[in-house]
């Protein structure tokens, strides 16, 4: 069964410090910059219906992925396991291409860092209601990891959409193995009695572009 749940932009519209983070922005004089698209692209977003995510579980043998060798040492003790996606739909990528036509770059770099945001905000709530579901079995969960990150090679999409089935999100794959729409995540959370969830540390992925390594290098 994929449990599955649906927000509105306002229960997971990024605040302003994320957002600086993302737009990496150095400091508070500098955000009244982008402070009139933000608030533009909150207001164009506010009645989006297509924020949704959810997740499968599936005993721990019977998947058979290739997250790499240092995903599956953090998989160590599950019994289960959680493939999720989560999307923030296709009003952001239609809104940020809607601008590039126009020659609005920085408002277009806005908007798409509002969607990536969002979707990690409404990954952040899945996971969540995940991590209570389980609590109330005694079990706990890991940290979730996703292809195309941490030694998993993006190919491992398709495997894990194989595994998660037919699902309510309207998340599809192209022939590149990217989501579509693009504000999309999708991975895997282990799940057991003897799980730890660990700090994320850049030094588990040489990926530049990670969301975890730009906001850690913020906050030291």
């Not at 990496?24 to 977003?45: K, M, R």
């Not at 953090?74 to 940020?96: N, Q, R, V």
């Not at 709530?125 to 292809?147: A, D, F, W």
Request: with cysteine; net charge negative; proline share 4%.
């Amino acid at each position: 069964m994929f449990r599955s749940y649906t927000f509105t932009f306002d229960e997971v519209r990024p605040d302003e410090k994320v957002l600086m983070d993302y737009l990496q922005i150095p400091d508070n004089d500098s955000y009244p910059l982008v402070a009139g698209i933000v608030e533009s692209t909150f207001a164009a977003l506010k009645d989006s219906r297509e924020i949704i995510g959810g997740y499968r579980i599936l005993d721990y043998g019977d998947v058979v992925l290739q997250p790499g060798r240092r995903i599956s040492g953090y998989m160590a003790g599950a019994s289960e396991i959680a493939l999720f996606i989560c999307t923030a739909g296709a009003a952001f990528t239609d809104l940020s291409h809607a601008y590039q036509q126009n020659g609005d770059f920085l408002e277009a770099f806005v908007v798409e860092s509002i969607g990536s945001a969002t979707v990690e905000n409404a990954m952040d709530k899945v996971q969540r209601c995940l991590e209570e579901e389980m609590s109330r079995e005694g079990k706990k969960i890991t940290n979730r990891y996703s292809p195309g990150y941490c030694e998993w090679p993006l190919s491992g999409q398709r495997d894990l959409f194989a595994y998660i089935g037919d699902h309510p999100t309207g998340i599809t794959l192209n022939e590149s193995c990217l989501m579509q729409p693009i504000k999309s995540v999708s991975g895997i959370i282990g799940i057991g009695d003897a799980v730890k969830k660990r700090p994320y540390g850049c030094e588990i992925c040489n990926s530049a572009t990670c969301v975890y390594r730009r906001i850690k290098r913020k906050t030291h």
